[in-house]
């Protein structure tokens, strides 16, 4: 009876020390199709570091370049997503990107969503990183918005799905549909309204992606590979017309996180967030006023 009882407890009150995010209770990914990589992107760069085989993309950086590619059409919002897979090892200063922009299309005063994995060095895990930047924030004097994340699971081992959600009222990050962060709109200033493209790169960022510029890419782990799969859109494109209705992550009729999604999130902040620019005393934060503004 006694061990009855406990297994009931567990059940009905599970631990939030857990090793895995408790449900969000909702699966968004399997709401949108599927797409071919051939069908949905192009190659933008570094055409000879990419590789499509049965619509999975693998790509590469080397000493003599990396890749990227590009969504075939910008949009205006939608649900944007692969399954990525990273490489083990040392990967200091190697960046692998899942991101929108529209950096193409405003050069020097460009919006940007990021998903970039910030790699590593021997033993310690990937730092996942989430970004915002609004007309202009990210070019010049750079203004962050960065959340970043150490994940439950070790990136490197298989493929996991990667998501941004992007409406008109907000922004939320996804991992394998556990919402992990929430940008919502509080000003005009403080949120990317232009269309943008979707995109995904592997480059060598060594001035700062891992621990602030410490450690360096080095060309004797090379290639530095990532791979892609599973992309999964949907939304409304540049060209869709002004009825065209933005999709959600959610299954409640206003289209805001549920309160299981919401527990799995302050979930994943509870013991998963690494950094939160919000919180960073040595930030100005009068250039960030969503912090402090509700």
């Given at each position: 009876m006694a061990i009855f009882l406990s297994f009931l407890l567990i059940l009905l009150f599970p631990s939030a020390n857990a090793d895995w995010p408790p449900s969000p209770g909702y699966w968004p990914s399997s709401k949108f199709r599927p797409m071919s990589f051939n069908k949905g992107f192009r190659n933008l760069w570094g055409p000879g570091h990419q590789r499509v085989d049965q619509n999975a993309l693998t790509i590469w950086l080397d000493r003599t370049s990396g890749s990227g590619f590009k969504s075939v059409k910008p949009f205006r919002s939608g649900y944007f997503g692969a399954s990525i897979?990273?490489?083990?090892?040392?990967?200091?200063?190697?960046?692998?990107?899942?991101?929108?922009?529209?950096?193409?299309?405003?050069?020097?005063?460009?919006?940007?969503?990021?998903?970039?994995?910030?790699?590593?060095t021997f033993g310690k895990p990937y730092t996942l990183q989430t970004n915002v930047y609004i007309r202009g924030s990210g070019d010049g004097k750079i203004i962050?918005?960065?959340?970043?994340?150490?994940?439950?699971?070790?990136?490197?081992?298989?493929?996991?799905?990667?998501?941004?959600?992007?409406?008109?009222?907000?922004?939320?990050?996804?991992?394998?549909?556990?919402?992990?962060?929430?940008?919502?709109?509080?000003?005009?200033?403080?949120?990317?309204?232009?269309?943008?493209?979707?995109?995904?790169?592997?480059?060598?960022?060594?001035?700062?992606?891992?621990?602030?510029?410490?450690?360096?890419?080095?060309y004797r782990y090379q290639p530095f590979v990532a791979k892609y799969t599973n992309f999964r859109a949907?939304?409304?494109?540049?060209?869709?017309?002004?009825?065209?209705?933005?999709v959600s992550v959610s299954p409640s009729r206003s289209g805001r996180l549920t309160r299981q999604q919401r527990r799995a999130m302050r979930w994943v902040q509870?013991?998963?967030?690494?950094?939160?620019?919000?919180?960073d005393p040595k930030r100005n934060h009068a250039l960030t006023p969503e912090c402090w503004t509700k």
């Amino acid at each position: 009876m006694a061990i009855f009882l406990s297994f009931l407890l567990i059940l009905l009150f599970p631990s939030a020390n857990a090793d895995w995010p408790p449900s969000p209770g909702y699966w968004p990914s399997s709401k949108f199709r599927p797409m071919s990589f051939n069908k949905g992107f192009r190659n933008l760069w570094g055409p000879g570091h990419q590789r499509v085989d049965q619509n999975a993309l693998t790509i590469w950086l080397d000493r003599t370049s990396g890749s990227g590619f590009k969504s075939v059409k910008p949009f205006r919002s939608g649900y944007f997503g692969a399954s990525i897979k990273v490489q083990p090892g040392y990967t200091a200063g190697v960046i692998t990107a899942f991101y929108l922009s529209n950096n193409e299309a405003h050069p020097g005063f460009h919006d940007e969503v990021d998903i970039d994995f910030l790699g590593t060095t021997f033993g310690k895990p990937y730092t996942l990183q989430t970004n915002v930047y609004i007309r202009g924030s990210g070019d010049g004097k750079i203004i962050g918005r960065e959340m970043k994340f150490h994940l439950w699971f070790d990136p490197t081992k298989d493929f996991h799905h990667y998501a941004i959600l992007w409406s008109p009222r907000e922004i939320i990050f996804l991992v394998d549909d556990v919402p992990i962060r929430r940008y919502p709109k509080k000003s005009a200033a403080t949120f990317p309204l232009r269309p943008m493209w979707v995109y995904g790169s592997i480059w060598d960022a060594s001035s700062w992606a891992t621990e602030d510029g410490k450690y360096k890419a080095d060309y004797r782990y090379q290639p530095f590979v990532a791979k892609y799969t599973n992309f999964r859109a949907g939304g409304c494109s540049a060209y869709a017309p002004a009825w065209c209705r933005p999709v959600s992550v959610s299954p409640s009729r206003s289209g805001r996180l549920t309160r299981q999604q919401r527990r799995a999130m302050r979930w994943v902040q509870r013991y998963h967030m690494v950094y939160n620019y919000c919180r960073d005393p040595k930030r100005n934060h009068a250039l960030t006023p969503e912090c402090w503004t509700k």
